[in-house]
Nanobody, 124 residues
């Protein structure tokens, strides 16, 4: 299973950006998908997750500024980021889990497959 994240870039505070993560080599429609990020000098943190069923949630610290979605026909998960802030600057990673848990997966060790990151830089 391979994951390829894309869509990062340099934006200004208040701008929007959409990240994409294309998944190949597996049964995408059965995976729970997640987005994580790692800012310089900080630990990796949970951003959002969407279950195979379509249910989703985002981290409390992000609230409703970000929205995760998926397109099973395209084997792709998205992260729509609105009203970006300088503190959103980080490398963003997508991940896939084969877990059949009914709970939202918000920990790194719950995901088996990871893609390379895409850098988002938000200037003030």
């Amino acid at each position: 299973v391979q994951l390829q994240a894309s869509g990062g870039g340099l934006v200004q505070a208040g701008d929007s950006l959409t990240l994409s993560c294309a998944v190949s080599g597996g049964a995408f429609n059965t995976y729970n998908m997640g987005w994580f990020r790692q800012a310089p000098g900080k630990e990796c943190e949970f951003v959002a997750t969407i279950m195979w069923s379509g249910s989703s949630t985002t981290a409390d610290v992000i609230g409703d500024r970000f929205t995760i979605s998926r397109d099973n026909a395209k084997n792709t998960v998205y992260l729509q980021m609105n009203n970006l802030k300088p503190e959103d600057t980080a490398v963003y990673y997508c991940a896939a889990s084969e877990s059949r848990s009914s709970l939202f997966l918000a920990r790194e060790n719950e995901y088996r497959y990871w893609g390379g990151g895409t850098l988002v830089t938000v200037s003030s």
